[in-house]
């Protein structure tokens, strides 16, 4: 993936991980959107070593 792809997906993962972290402080998170959280948090870092590589 191009650098200009990776930057605005990670834009796009870090507002929705945000919006799940406001969900989860306000009324908690179900187990699926828990899972998506930590597999979009786990994307976010690998795309972030990926540009830092290049």
């Known amino acids: 993936m191009s650098q ?15 919006s799940l972290l406001l969900k989860e402080n306000q009324k908690g998170l179900t187990h699926l959107d828990s899972y998506l959280k930590n597999s979009m948090i786990k994307e976010l870092h690998s795309n972030i070593h990926s540009l830092r590589s290049h």
């Open 4 to 18: 200009g792809v990776l930057e605005r997906k990670n834009e796009i993962l870090k507002r929705k991980i945000e």
